[in-house]
């Protein structure tokens, strides 16, 4: 049973190691703590997307900043409470690490396949150019009961698609992570820089 949930949510990132580990929180006397990896784009720009690492997994007093990794695991969300409001929080989980020297150009540096549940209704619009988008939300079944909330984002075609989708229906994504800096607005004069992270549709198709 739980090998069959672990399927429905498969994430493989290659990239570097940019940060420190930070202690995150404990579970049964298992400590777990956040690093950043640096994820290279096709198109020289990159994506810097959090990994949740357990203490049993890696030496997290060790400095492996500019090491690179082989990242296997799950994208997962929890619900962290502030500003009197609930901010979803998205993080790859951890179930393997390989360190490599090197990461080959050309390779799929960064996939991840969904299998869930559309859990809002889709919000299809177009960019000033004509761009259409449609914004998606996707329930995935963990073990246990619980559920992740994955934000999707599909262009052209698949926005298309997605935009007469359904809550309720079942739907398999497959596509990519991406990081997304935008300016939250704190106070009338306070704005601070923050990051978003969401999946990037390549293929997507109703079960």
Known sequence: ??????????????GKIVSDFEYSHEIFGEGFYMVNVQVERLSDSADLIPIMVSERLLDVTADYQGENIIVSGQFRSYNRHEDRRNKLVLSVFAREIVFVEDIDKGVKTNQIFLDGYICKEPIYRKTPLG???????LAVNR??????YIPCICWGRNARFASGF???ERCL????IQSREYMKKLEEEQVEKRIAYEVSVSKLELA
């Open 166 to 168: 359904h809550v309720g």
């Open 131 to 137: 761009r259409e988008i449609a914004d998606l939300l």
């Open 1 to 14: 049973m739980t090998e069959k949930m672990i399927e429905n949510n498969q994430v493989t990132i290659m």
């Open 143 to 148: 073990p246990y009961g619980k559920s992740d």
């Open 173 to 176: 994504v497959w596509g990519r």
